[in-house]
């Protein structure tokens, strides 16, 4: 949170979709005065604090547009038929492969009806559902304010929910969020970010001999 006023217009909108204290809790960092929390670190305390099966990570921006809690509880029981072993899914700011890209919902754009989620190698930070059973954490070693999202998907089975069959979300205000960042004097590089996230990754895919104590085996990681 760094707006009071659109924190509690998200929370408001929340509320009146069905999301009470009766059945969510609300955790947030405060990044009003200066800047305590990162994305990474952000995510990962959010990861580690909360009770509940399902967990809603989203920015203060947003607001619960036209679906309600009920919409979320169908969604969650589609992909748990779909994929028992799903972790993360979003609001179809996923990518499949560089030409295959979804729309953000931010551009206004529409799907067709009946489009079913896909299984996404990325997804946006501004709404993403963790399931807590998955005991997922983003990665301590990075930084910022972007990539979190990329870096969450590149350990978990993760899945995108085009915006017509899924929670409607609009991200409101963003661009003029993005200003008042801007203005406060923090210089978003996302040029250095990618370059971090692209160095730790590639260090990670190295194809590798690996031996335990019963075998050895040669691990390989091939791109889709």
Not at 36 to 49: E, I, M, P, V
Request: proline share 3%.
């Amino acid at each position: 949170m760094t707006q009071h006023d659109q924190y509690q217009e998200m929370l408001d909108s929340f509320r009146a979709g069905g999301f009470t204290p009766s059945n969510s809790e609300f955790i947030y960092v405060d990044n009003t005065q200066a800047n305590k929390y990162d994305g990474y670190s952000a995510t990962n305390r959010f990861l580690h604090l909360a009770h509940g099966d399902y967990i809603v990570l989203c920015h203060q921006d947003i607001r619960l547009h036209a679906d309600k809690i009920e919409a979320l509880d169908r969604r969650i029981d589609e992909l748990n038929t779909l994929d028992p072993h799903w972790a993360v899914f979003g609001n179809a700011e996923g990518c499949i492969r560089v030409a295959w890209q979804f729309v953000s919902p931010t551009e206004r754009r529409k799907y067709s009806q009946g489009q079913p989620s896909v299984r996404v190698a990325s997804l946006d930070e501004n709404f993403m559902v963790v399931r807590r059973s998955a005991n997922l954490s983003v990665s301590q070693d990075l930084k910022g304010f972007h990539f979190y999202g990329t870096d969450l998907c590149v350990i978990a089975i993760s899945w995108a929910t085009p915006a017509s069959r899924g929670l409607s979300f609009v991200a409101y205000r963003g661009r003029e969020s993005a200003e008042k960042v801007q203005g406060s004097g923090i210089q978003v590089r996302l040029s250095s970010l990618k370059k971090a996230l692209i160095e730790k990754y590639r260090r990670a895919f190295a194809p590798r001999w690996i031996q335990n104590t019963g075998t050895v085996f040669l691990f390989l990681v091939s791109v889709y």
